[in-house]
């Protein structure tokens, strides 16, 4: 059995998969699920060496759903992995002490750990930069934004109970099990005020008056409100994170809308100028003298 994989449905995403893979591999990852969403571009050529040295099983996935991509995955490959993360392909999963594997041998315990996002903007790039994602978007929103208080889960697949699980985000569990932070807390435990009133007030939906009318509001207000999550937890980000690169540049941004069009409603530019947060420099993952318009 291997011990940490990772799961993740993409669509015409060719420019990012190596880097991608790459990276996860340098933090102990050890396998890739990846569900091929009818792909009208090169991705699912340029990961073919991956997939002819076992590195990659790749599916082909015609169904929009991540849901069903959860479900598939855990009930075709449960028994594989001791682990397997539930990421997309703008999100990059580590840990700050090292290699993921020893981190998560902690929290064998449990069901599942779950990871917070640190959301990045555009570093101010109008078109898409040469190179990959990690050296070209340094700046990020503050570690305790509102909306770093979703992420993703990286879960015991034998433990999920997916005709109970509804989301990506956090699953269900068998016989009541919690999933836990990084500080094997109860991620909604010492939820702050702002998290709680926004969680209650956009817990229906995207798509209502309200919602959208919030949208607007929340521009002006963006540490306050996030109105894209009925749901959020306590912020920590201390042993692992997923950088979360949500809107890369305003090129990149318009090119997931037309992969979201079904969703128009939510990836519009007031999505954008929302995400499009930029007030940290975070160059972990930088090569040395990355500037990234310098911002300040």
């Not at 041998?105 to 040469?130: D, M, N």
């Not at 817990?203 to 309200?210: M, P, Q």
């Amino acid at each position: 059995m291997r011990y940490l994989s990772v799961a993740s449905p993409f669509k015409d995403e060719g420019p990012y998969l190596v880097e991608w893979i790459e990276f996860h591999l340098s933090q102990g990852v050890e396998h890739f699920y990846l569900y091929n969403h009818n792909s009208s571009d090169d991705g699912p050529s340029t990961i073919q060496r991956y997939v002819d040295a076992g590195v990659v099983t790749l599916i082909h996935w015609d169904r929009d759903s991540k849901h069903g991509v959860v479900k598939h995955c855990i009930e075709n490959f449960k028994n594989d992995s001791h682990w397997i993360a539930f990421i997309d392909l703008d999100e990059f999963l580590y840990s700050t002490e090292g290699l993921l594997p020893k981190l998560l041998t902690e929290f064998e315990p449990y069901p599942a750990l779950f990871v917070h996002w640190l959301c990045f903007g555009s570093s101010r790039h109008i078109q898409k930069p040469a190179g990959g994602i990690l050296p070209n978007f340094l700046w990020r929103a503050d570690e305790k934004w509102l909306r770093n208080g979703q992420g993703k889960s990286i879960v015991n697949p034998r433990e999920v109970d997916t005709s109970k699980t509804r989301t990506v985000h956090r699953m269900s569990y068998f016989s009541g099990a919690r999933d836990v932070d990084e500080d094997m807390r109860f991620p909604d435990d010492g939820v702050g005020v702002a998290a709680r009133i926004s969680r209650l007030l956009f817990k229906s939906g995207h798509d209502t008056l309200w919602s959208r009318l919030a949208k607007r509001i929340a521009l002006w207000m963006p540490l306050l409100i996030d109105p894209y999550s009925g749901h959020h937890t306590r912020i920590t980000h201390r042993r692992i994170r997923i950088n979360h690169y949500i809107v890369k540049s305003e090129e990149e941004y318009f090119g997931k809308m037309k992969r979201m069009s079904r969703r128009p409603a939510k990836y519009n530019m007031v999505f954008f100028k929302y995400h499009d947060r930029n007030e940290v420099r975070d160059d972990r993952f930088a090569p040395p003298h990355s500037d990234s318009k310098g911002l300040s």
